[in-house]
């Protein structure tokens, strides 16, 4: 269970982008597929990784096309997207929605913090410390369920591309290109203020 996915490798760099925080981030809550949008901050956030990629692709090295941009259809993400597009209007990125960017589902746990799901669900909290990947909240997806489609956008990469998400799809990414083992891919913390880029099947975090 621990063992290194490798079972995608695009044919392109792919730039692993979380969306900027929003108030629900700053709470603690479960968002998965609730449509909250970015806070201030988030709008930041979002501009200094537009900025970070704005500087990747000037370097002769990110050639390779005009870069396209794929971005989760929730609230969070699209306007993160519309920030990083704007601060790189003059690489001419194409920028368009992905459904299966769209954050893996928690159900009946969307809206609560990590304390109050222990308070309501103790059993189901118990059972998803046991396996994280298989594990479906009530009324949600797991991260196994999602993998298949985010292995086949993924597999469909032939040029610079550009991935506004979430952290749960960008775990699956880490996953299944092997960046990281089952167990490291879940846990790390994915920070909404850098850039996971795949490249020569090598992960950098800018």
């Avoid at 809550?29 to 692709?57: M, T, V, W």
Wanted: glycine share 8%.
């Amino acid at each position: 269970m621990n063992r290194i996915g490798a079972s995608v490798q695009p044919k392109g760099d792919v730039h692993l982008v979380r969306h900027g925080e929003t108030d629900w981030n700053r709470d603690g809550r479960f968002q998965g597929h609730s449509d909250i949008p970015l806070n201030k901050k988030g709008r930041e956030q979002a501009r200094h990784c537009g900025r970070l990629l704005a500087g990747l692709f000037e370097e002769p090295a990110r050639g390779g096309g005009i870069p396209v941009l794929y971005y989760s259809p929730l609230t969070r993400a699209r306007q993160s997207a519309d920030e990083i597009r704007k601060i790189m209007a003059n690489q001419n990125v194409e920028a368009k929605p992905h459904p299966a960017l769209t954050e893996v589902s928690f159900g009946n746990w969307e809206g609560l913090t990590t304390h109050e799901v222990k308070d309501e669900f103790p059993d189901h909290r118990r059972e998803r410390k046991k396996d994280r990947w298989n594990f479906t909240p009530p009324g949600g997806e797991s991260f196994a369920a999602r993998a298949p489609e985010i292995g086949n956008l993924l597999a469909s990469v032939d040029r610079p591309t550009i991935f506004v998400c979430h952290a749960g799809i960008i775990r699956i990414c880490l996953y299944l290109l092997g960046a990281a083992d089952l167990q490291s891919a879940l846990a790390e913390p994915i920070s909404q203020e850098r850039i996971y880029t795949w490249s020569n099947r090598s992960l950098a975090a800018q």
